[in-house]
């Protein structure tokens, strides 16, 4: 008679014997998994134990079989990876994090370049992942950023010609900004916008997402003449160089950092775009709120260094009277609106739709010519206190 | 900890050998699936463990004092109290900020809104899930469902049993506290029912579900005006594919796991899409939340029993609230409120007895009309679940018949949209089959099959894995 319950003696068979051909099919997949984890206990466990077992398998060949299965996924059209997408599309193309991080890096690069003592980047690491020491990467700190920041004023779009922008950025644009923006100018002949966001990505993991390879792939053949950036928010953790932990924050953290940003800024304006590169708003928890002005001083000194590129902060439209976090804001007309999503880190549509404005105004602008795009609302707001704005922002603020 | 990673199959493999490794000693076993539950919850925000705990306690306890108590009122006003408070939980955490919008949106028509900073608290993940839990707890015990007495751990364990803490399904009490009082068995385990629940969601979720959120329905939905008809017509069966795979996969998973620790939850979702009458949809989609409406709000509000004009009354004010519940914005009430229609003009329809209609309603054909008229009827619904905002579903509608290129229609795309809507008319037999056949193989053969399977669906899956949409309920 045939039955469709079991002993827990099968049940534990079966799940080992699972486990095992998990282990043999998967070793470049778990890898791949422990080396996207956040820096932690977990991950000083997994890596070293991922490693270790997919060398021991290699062998066998059957990490071959999945990298092998996924290409050919990706030739149909399958894969969601646009770096992966280009490479099966040009055999010479770059290599891709999906098929192994650890794959990617040229043999023993890691391990040749050992950190320097005063915890700077190394070049031979980085690389690895297209990270150059780009324009701003060497450039002190500012101590803050500006409050109240202004956009250098675009030529109108020529006649019978559309202004190519590309959206880029993690969540920070995908969730509300992207879609606020595509929304407005649906119909609009002047505009035309491309997507190169993906949420959950940033330029602290460029092992989990390299965007040094997925931006150019996401692009395509696309030029665009103006890129808005927004990304960052996923960025307040650690990261290893080098074999090496840099803690958030740290001073070797936030020169690993400021190369990288100095690098994608790089890679975004190469071919004479503009790039508006927005700041990140205040966030609701005052300890992520407080890392996220790491950042944001991080960004504002790198884009400050480029006569292509314009820092702009989106507090003096989302913040309170401070420029701190706030949920909600009532328009002149008496219409409330909640201006952030539920989660404290991201603006909600309508929050997107009090940037939009200024950001269409300054991308399409009506002839004639106006001299300088104000960005903040200054009559509705108290002008920054001198504390807020260092020297340096109050020179760039003006320069705008 | 999302169900469909690493972290989750280290942890479930962990916490599946202790917990059988204590199934000698109940005490234990629970304790220890207790403290797992929170360390899962914990994964997310430890610092929400203790709202669980404190919502779980709270209604064991009151549980307790409903069934200590003989007297109707006492019993009563011990219910009243414990649902409102579990309740007044569920409403500051999930609706203060809609309420607070609201009231500033209707202080603005009358005067100038005052200007203070106004915020509303964080979301615990899974407070629509618990606290239904406790407040079903607290039903059955006054209703004598729960036939014996209720144990503080037991009570514990029902509201934060991790493999449905998160998105379900809503167990009831009465049916899980009795599991929870006997024994585990260890030689009736129904071990490839649980493969096959694990390995369909985690595909539903994985392959389905995201293909279609990433490649289908959140470029449409973002920007409806940049989509013809077809895109658009796409997006909104993709995204009722799209909704059923994950939730559905979800409860899978949860079902699946909770088999293998030697638990039964109870089936959530029977091919909805394959419905003829809207009754028959919410015997079919999310059977949990559905039948506790039902059982308690729509029978208290008096049911059917009261006349049709109080039926439809009762009807309504169920799916509204049951729209509510999913999310704190009106686009959920509209979808609700849709659903509630549908239940109410089915019914009258249903009454017409009008004799040609009603053999006309028994045939094929009639019920291939009524199945594609819900589908779309349920579509059209979707589109105010799943859009930001009144004018973003509108646009949709709009977009609908408007002339344009499919530009989204990739081979990859149609075949799991295929798959997320046509699996659902496979027939039941063929599962049962392939579990009676999975209990002829070898145990080592069907771990074999269980990886095969689970790396199929890691290569097919995307690179990153979206978090379940009823997570955010």
């Known amino acids: 008679m045939q039955t469709t319950t079991q002993s827990i003696r099968q049940m534990f068979l079966a799940l080992a014997g699972g486990a095992a051909m998990t282990l043999l099919l998967e070793a470049g997949g778990l890898v791949s998994w422990a080396h996207h984890l956040e820096l932690g206990a977990l ?71 050992g950190p320097s003592s005063k915890g700077a980047p190394s070049l031979l690491s980085e690389q690895r992942y297209g990270f150059l020491n780009a324009a701003g990467a060497q450039a002190p700190l500012v101590a803050g950023v500006p409050h109240v920041t202004a956009l250098t004023p675009l030529p109108p779009v020529d006649p019978g010609k559309q202004r190519v922008v590309a959206l880029a950025g993690d969540s920070m644009m995908a969730v509300g900004l992207s879609a606020t923006l595509m929304r407005q100018v649906a119909g609009n002949g002047h505009l035309r916008m491309v997507k190169t966001f993906r949420s959950g990505t940033g330029l602290a993991r460029p092992e989990v997402f390299n965007w ?16 808005i950036v927004a990304i960052g928010a996923n960025d307040a953790q650690g990261f290893v160089v080098d074999g090496k932990v840099l803690a958030f924050g740290s001073e070797g953290w936030e020169k690993v950092y ?37 950042l ?15 820092w702009w902060n989106p507090a003096p439209f989302v913040g309170d009277e401070s420029g701190h976090y706030r949920e909600f804001v009532t328009l002149a007309n008496g219409r409330p609106m909640r201006i952030r999503a539920a989660d404290g880190i991201h603006l909600s549509d309508e929050g997107a739709g009090l940037l939009t404005p200024v950001l269409l105004k300054w991308l399409d602008p009506p002839p004639p010519v106006v001299a300088s795009v104000q960005t903040a609302p200054v009559a509705s707001l108290p002008p920054p206190t001198p504390a807020a704005r260092p020297k340096r922002h109050t020179k760039r603020a003006a320069r705008g | ?121 964080l979301l615990p993940l899974g407070v629509s899930f618990f606290v239904f839990h406790a407040i079903s707890l607290l039903m059955d015990c006054y209703r004598g469902k729960v036939k014996e007495p209720v144990q503080l751990g037991d009570a514990l364990l029902y509201v934060a049993f991790f493999p449905q803490l998160i998105a379900g399904p809503i167990l009831r009490a009465s049916r899980f506290l009795p599991q929870l009082a006997k024994p585990r068995d260890p030689h009736r385990v129904r071990v490839n029912r649980a493969f096959l629940l694990i390995v369909g969601g985690l595909f539903k979720k994985v392959v389905i579900s995201n293909m279609l959120a990433t490649r289908l329905v959140e470029p449409v939905f973002a920007v409806p005006q940049s989509y013809g008809g077809l895109d658009t017509l796409l997006a909104v069966y993709g995204y009722a594919a799209q909704i059923y795979c994950d939730f559905s996969g979800y409860t ?25 009458s809207p009754q028959e949809f919410w ?73 040609p209609l009603v053999r006309w309603r028994t045939t094929t054909a009639w019920k291939w009309t009524a199945r594609l008229l819900l589908f779309h009827a349920v579509c059209a619904g979707w589109v105010f679940f799943r859009a930001s905002s009144f004018e973003i579903a509108f646009s949709v509608f709009t977009r609908l018949g408007a002339a344009g290129p499919a530009t989204l229609a990739a081979t990859p795309v149609l075949i799991v949209l295929f798959l997320g809507l046509a699996g659902q008319f496979a027939p039941a037999r063929w599962r049962n089959g392939l579990e009676l056949e999975m209990g002829r193989w070898p145990a080592l053969a069907r771990g074999a099959a269980l990886a095969v399977t689970l790396t199929t669906i890691e290569v097919l899956g995307p690179t990153g894995v979206a978090p379940f949409i009823y997570f955010q309920f």
Request: charged content about 15%.
């Open chain 2, 252 to 276: 899978d998973i949860a079902m699946g796991c909770a088999l293998l620790l030697g638990y039964r939850f109870p089936r959530n979702f029977n091919a909805p899409y394959t419905s003829t």
């Open chain 1, 43 to 113: 991950r000083t466990v997994a890596v070293p134990a991922a490693e270790r077992m997919e060398r021991a398998l290699r062998p066998l060949g059957l990490a071959g079989v999945r990298q092998q299965a996924l290409e050919s996924l990706a030739r149909v059209g399958w894969s969601d990876d646009p770096a992966l997408l280009a490479m099966v599309s040009t055999p010479s193309g770059m290599p891709s994090k999906t098929v192994c991080a650890t794959d990617a890096a040229p043999q023993g690069l890691t391990l040749a370049a």
């Open chain 1, 296 to 310: 944001n001083r991080i960004c504002y000194t790198v884009v400050s260094q480029s006569p292509q590129a314009v």
């Open chain 2, 283 to 355: 015997r079919r989609w999310h059977i949990s939340l559905s039948t506790w409406l039902r059982d308690y709000l729509y029978f208290p509000l008096g049911g059917s029993r009261k006349g049709a004009a109080r039926t439809a009354l009762n009807l309504m004010i169920t799916m509204l609230l049951g729209g509510l519940w999913h999310g704190a914005a009106w686009t959920f009430v509209a979808w609700g409120g849709l659903h509630g229609a549908l239940l109410v003009i089915h019914r009258f329809w249903s009454r017409i007895a009008w004799p």
């Open chain 1, 258 to 294: 400021q190369q990288r940003v100095a690098s994608y800024l790089a890679m975004v304006s190469a071919g004479g775009a503009r790039v508006v590169w927005m700041g990140l708003p205040p966030m609701r928890i005052p300890t992520y709120d407080e890392k996220i002005a790491t």
């Open chain 1, 212 to 227: 040094m390879d997925e931006y150019p792939a996401m692009l395509g053949a696309e030029k665009p003449e103006v890129v």
């Open chain 2, 1 to 121: 900890m999302l169900f469909p990673t690493v972290e989750y199959a280290l942890f479930f493999l962990a916490v599946l050998a202790i917990a059988w490794s204590l199934y000698r000693f109940p005490l234990y076993h629970k304790s220890f699936l207790l403290l797992a539950s929170y360390v899962f919850y914990g994964f997310w925000n430890w610092s929400y463990v203790p709202l669980l705990f404190a919502i779980s306690l709270f209604s064991g306890l009151v549980a307790q004092r409903i069934q200590q108590s003989t007297d109707k009122k006492i019993r009563k006003r011990w219910l009243m109290g414990g649902a409102a408070a579990c309740l007044a939980t569920l409403g500051y955490y999930k609706y203060t900020g809609f309420l607070l919008l609201n009231l500033l949106a209707l202080w603005g028509h009358l005067g100038r809104p005052p200007r203070i900073p106004l915020y509303s608290p």
